[in-house]
């Protein structure tokens, strides 16, 4: 995007870690080694533990960072970096004018992107009788789950991923069946 002469180059793409994101920006800097600035932003991790981090790159304070991380924000975008390449040229933009330009910029990029939506789970760890497996897999049915690949053993142990917003049904469901040989262990949560 040319904004009064300067060159605005956006890229979104997925990052679940900081050490992702910034992956991506050292990607974008070694594809555009001759660019005067390589502002960014991103938001990585799991809701309750969403961490934000953006720079100007050599921008005046508050005008690049700051706007790319505001059209994530806008966008419902977690576990995304965005990083908008500039080419200076032509005439100046003042700060209201760069904070603008670089905040249309992600936001067209955002909204010209391909956008995956990913499910938070907990891990739940079931461990069972075996005269309870016909109840537990039938329990486990009704929420669209199954213990997953592997995890299963012969002494009737097994992990399931639970959709954040099934965990509190799903337990109670359960505590039906626990009473007689089913016990719950809440683990990690994930992104899936």
């Known amino acids: 995007m040319l904004v009064l002469g300067s060159k605005f180059i956006a890229w979104v793409a997925y990052a679940a870690t900081e050490q992702d994101a910034e992956a991506v920006l050292n990607e974008r800097q070694r594809r555009y080694p001759d660019a005067t600035h390589h502002c960014w932003a991103y938001r990585v991790g799991r809701p ?63 909204g010209e992107a391909a956008l995956v939506e990913r499910t938070v789970a907990q891990v739940v760890a079931i461990d069972f009788d075996h005269e309870r497996t016909g109840p537990l897999f039938r329990a486990l049915d009704e929420f669209g789950l199954h213990l997953q690949p592997g995890t299963y053993d012969a002494r009737g142990h097994g992990t399931v991923r639970v959709p954040v917003s099934q965990v509190g049904e799903l337990q109670r469901r359960l505590q039906e069946l626990a009473r007689t040989g089913i016990d719950l262990t809440m683990g990690e949560m994930v992104i899936v």
């Open 48 to 110: 309750g533990a969403l961490l934000e981090r953006f720079s100007d790159a050599g921008e005046p304070s508050g005008t690049a960072g700051r706007p790319i991380a505001d059209a994530l924000r806008h966008a419902g975008l977690e576990n995304a970096v965005c990083v908008v390449t500039r080419y200076v040229g032509g005439t100046k933009l003042g700060t209201g004018g760069l904070a603008r330009a670089y905040a249309d910029v992600a936001a067209a990029v955002i």
